[in-house]
């Protein structure tokens, strides 16, 4: 019984093709403003939707969100992706290998962005995370950078800025989650109608 209740709370509530599009539009941007704070406590000077006509007759914007010296002076390209582990096309990994469909994300991001990015200079790098919280490699590494920095620039503990991050990351990311839940409702008495 509890096993079919997180089936269908999970596959029907939380999969992106049947959430509101507005819904996902605001999770993503509510993870995007919070990463882009941590960018700006870190001072690396955040751009937020940057790359749109950049170059002629393009219409792409492959950075939610632009650090022009990221590393080696060279500009970065963080685009955010949220990704459901129990959709069909991942599950059956996902439920052997652990952080598998943030692995998936990360490298469609890569496929999508790695050419627009380098026709621009800058360095391509998905911040992908599981609907369920965890994140892909790449993003722990990012995320992980931007906490030495914070911590160096605010004189605390590295692990104390990690924790921040981390709880503040995952605190956006379940409320949005729940908000999207919770527009799937069309009365009160359907969201319990299990």
Same mark, same amino acid.
């Given at each position: 019984?509890?096993?079919? /209740?997180?089936?269908k ?26 990463? *882009?704070? /941590? ?29 022009p ?20 096309? /991942?599950?059956?990994?996902a ?6 469909? *943030? ?22 790098i ?13 993003? $722990?590494?990012?995320?992980?950078? $931007?906490?030495?920095?914070? *911590? ?41 109608? /299990?």
């Amino acid at each position: 019984m509890a096993q079919s /209740f997180y089936k269908k709370i999970c596959l029907q509530y939380l999969c992106t093709k049947q959430l509101p599009s507005k819904t996902i539009v605001t999770r993503h941007n509510q993870l995007r403003d919070c990463i *882009a704070d /941590f960018y700006h406590k870190a001072y690396l000077s955040p751009q937020i939707e940057k790359g749109s006509g950049i170059l002629p007759k393009d219409q792409s914007r492959p950075a939610d969100i632009l650090v022009p010296n990221w590393s080696l002076s060279r500009p970065a390209a963080f685009d955010i992706k949220v990704i459901n582990p129990l959709n069909l096309q /991942f599950i059956q990994e996902a439920a052997q290998t652990c952080g598998h469909a *943030a692995e998936m994300g990360e490298e469609a991001k890569h496929s999508r962005n790695d050419e627009a990015c380098a026709l621009r200079g800058w360095s391509c790098i998905p911040l992908v995370v599981e609907v369920f919280g965890g994140w892909g490699n790449e993003a $722990i590494n990012v995320l992980l950078t $931007i906490s030495k920095n914070v *911590a160096t620039h605010l004189c605390r503990p590295l692990n104390e800025i990690i924790s921040n991050i981390y709880s503040r990351l995952s605190l956006t990311l379940m409320r949005q989650n729940a908000r999207a839940i919770l527009a799937r409702c069309v009365s009160p008495n359907t969201c319990c109608d /299990f």
